[in-house]
């Protein structure tokens, strides 16, 4: 009986530095002091991009939004509402308009998770007056926060669950045909698109690992980056790339030719004149 | 054998209904196809706002931050940082500049989460570019997506181990104050605070109920919230805030008031402003 609970506790803390390990790309330099399955699944995430053609179970897209609604939102507010595609021709025309990526069209569920003010104004108006406080920026950021984080809570969820999940931030790329599309109103905007489904067992991904917890995590007042760290994050990144038969890139040229200038945003440095037009003056 | 077995299958689907009527204040339209006890975590969430005074166990805070960088990021930029504050001094002074949230004070730690494009700046000129593309609204967009996707996985990491924690927007209140008390260096803004510590046991928090799905999931295209779903919400919301003895405004009104001209934001109106000067042009 000793024996056995030892041995259980041995293997859980070696799970334990295996899932940091692969996170980061080193071993690490704590121990936790807590574990779990959800910690074992948050930890594990790895963005999914090929899926097996099988439908999600009935009532699988209203669990998420369950999950998703049940994240915290500023002041009650719910800026946010999401769009589930399904249809295979809409999700081929959205995936045409992200940058081409497939897996739109593989998944069977596309959730496009919207930035909702119109709710709010019309709310407003039905109480006398103008929700003259939507028009500011700040309005326009706690709609994006609060989507975030309702779908990171159907990612977290997706995890548990052994589906799959990829966010397509390319969903940004051309709003204009995404809103036809989805016929959205003025003051609504697809923020981020997330694919969700079963992932294709043949398909090995790994977790990929982040910038060492030096580099992001400060205490009492910021200090910044060590140009080390970051230095050896781009061996790991290397590393991870030669292992995944990826070019061997590292992270900092890679970050230096995303940031590069507008083009590097893919359409999207027209956003906030897009946004503008929307009906989100953003003042 | 059988007849146990069907006793649990029972007791666990009266859990997962419990746990829909509480997240919505109504009784659940559809059946769970699974659940879990990350999914049982994440439905039952609720915002803590009254802590013990209690140090977190050594670890705690890397264990949280390990989760946080296990969410996705957009092209793994990592556009964010946080800062973790202990020091009962410092959290004193930045629940003054957040509208007097005690509970920072209460809170064994609050982490500031913080957009930080500083990093991809020194980046992108380590390869000789300006990182022109970080001038962009899309980019201070990706580092609040970013920051809120980690810091949700936090959350979810904090509420499977049975701690708590609430998001401070107020964070934004103040935005010089609190860039001058963290040291924050340009192009870096702090987006929310959050609290983390043990429950008050003694302080009973309730589930509070959110929009009905059919007001905020969509199918194929968008097609708006029902007033008479909004309604009903109201009272739903009106029936909660009389169980918790709070007053009973409901809903709607407290949007509209929430959202009625530049003084309801909480000095938040200035922000676009001050994040012009802290070096996020926002083009």
Redesign the interface.
């Known amino acids: 009986m000793k024996r056995r609970s030892f041995s259980v506790t041995l293997n859980e803390a070696e799970t334990q530095q295996l899932r940091?390990e692969a996170?980061?790309g080193t071993a690490s330099d704590?121990?936790?002091?807590?574990w779990?399955?959800?910690?074992d699944?948050?930890?594990?995430?790895r963005?999914i991009r090929s899926y097996l053609p099988k439908p999600l179970?009935?009532?699988?897209?209203?669990?998420l939004?369950?999950?998703a609604?049940?994240?915290?939102?500023?002041?009650?507010?719910?800026a946010?509402?999401?769009?589930?595609?399904?249809?295979p021709q809409?999700k081929a025309r959205l995936a045409s308009y992200t940058g081409g990526n497939a897996h739109i069209l593989a998944a069977p569920l596309f959730l496009v998770w919207?930035i909702?003010l119109?709710?709010?104004?019309?709310?407003?108006r039905?109480?006398?007056?103008e929700?003259?406080?939507?028009d500011?920026?700040?309005?326009f950021?706690?709609g994006?926060?609060d989507a975030?984080?309702a779908?990171?809570?159907a990612?977290?969820?997706i995890d548990?669950?052994g589906l799959g999940s990829?966010?397509i931030?390319g969903i940004?790329n051309q709003p204009q045909n995404v809103a036809r599309?989805?016929?959205?109103?003025p003051e609504?905007v697809a923020?981020?698109g997330l694919t969700v489904g079963y992932p294709d067992p043949n398909v090995i991904t790994d977790?990929?690992p982040?910038?060492p917890?030096s580099?992001?995590?400060?205490?009492?007042?910021?200090?910044?980056?060590a140009?080390e760290d970051?230095s050896a994050y781009d061996d790991i990144m290397k590393a991870f790339q030669t292992k995944q038969s990826l070019p061997k890139v590292g992270?900092?040229?890679?970050?230096?030719?995303?940031?590069?200038?507008?083009d590097?945003?893919s359409g999207?440095?027209q956003?906030?004149g897009i946004?503008r037009e929307f009906g989100f003056p953003?003042?």
Chains 1, 2 share one sequence.
């Open positions: 940091l996170r980061y704590f121990s936790p002091p807590f779990n399955s959800t910690i699944s948050l930890l594990n995430h963005s179970p009935q009532g699988t897209l209203e669990l939004v369950a999950a609604q049940s994240a915290p939102t500023s002041s009650g507010l719910q946010w509402s999401v769009v589930a595609v399904q249809d809409r919207l909702d119109t709710r709010l104004r019309a709310v407003a039905q109480h006398g007056n929700g003259e406080g939507l500011y920026l700040e309005s950021l706690i994006t926060i975030a984080l779908a990171q809570n990612v977290a969820a548990s669950l990829c966010y931030g940004r599309e989805l016929q959205l109103p609504t923020v981020f977790v990929k982040r910038l917890q580099s992001v995590l400060f205490h009492e007042t910021f200090s910044g980056s140009a970051l992270w900092t040229s890679s970050v230096a030719k995303r940031v590069e200038n507008a590097a945003l999207r440095a956003l906030s946004l953003l003042k």
